[in-house]
Every structure is written in C-alpha cells, then in structure tokens.
C-alpha cells in the first residue's frame, strides 16, 4: 500500500513480540509500512526499530483510535 501517513496519532503498548511493522500494518493499514515505521521512530525519538513489550509509543492510526471499554 501507498497511502500517506496518517496525521492523527494515539498511544498505544507494545504486545509481546511485536514489532513496529506490526503496529504500522495494525494501526495504519492504507500508508506504506516502511514510512509508518519511520514516523513511529520520529514520534517516540527511537535510535532504531528495536522494541520491547511494554513500551508505550505513538503511533500513526488511519480512523479513530480504539478506546477500552468501546
């Protein structure tokens, strides 16, 4: 997929083994990965892709985030 990174973000924890390709194709299916896993860095100033669960991070999301409870 070629679609632009989405604007709108929400903050979300890392499951265990997830990666940022994962959360890219989860939260932002339409935009190109390789360019949502960029954003992801950019937003949470991570010096590279690693990630351990736990971690919360901004991500780019396509609609509106997913809220407990909903």
């Known amino acids: 997929m070629s ?3 989405p ?3 929400a903050t979300v924890t ?3 083994g997830e990666t940022l ?3 890219a194709r989860e939260y932002a299916p339409s ?3 390789d360019d ?3 954003r992801i860095r ?3 100033s991570l010096g590279d892709t690693a990630v351990v669960p736990g971690l919360p991070l901004t991500v780019p ?3 509106e985030p997913l809220v407990a409870g909903r």
């Open 3 to 5: 679609g632009r990174v």
């Open 7 to 9: 604007e709108q973000t």
């Open 14 to 16: 890392v499951g265990a």
């Open 21 to 23: 390709w994962d959360m």
């Open 31 to 33: 935009a190109d990965a």
């Open 36 to 38: 949502v896993v960029a």
């Open 42 to 44: 950019q937003l949470n």
């Open 61 to 63: 999301v396509d609609a």
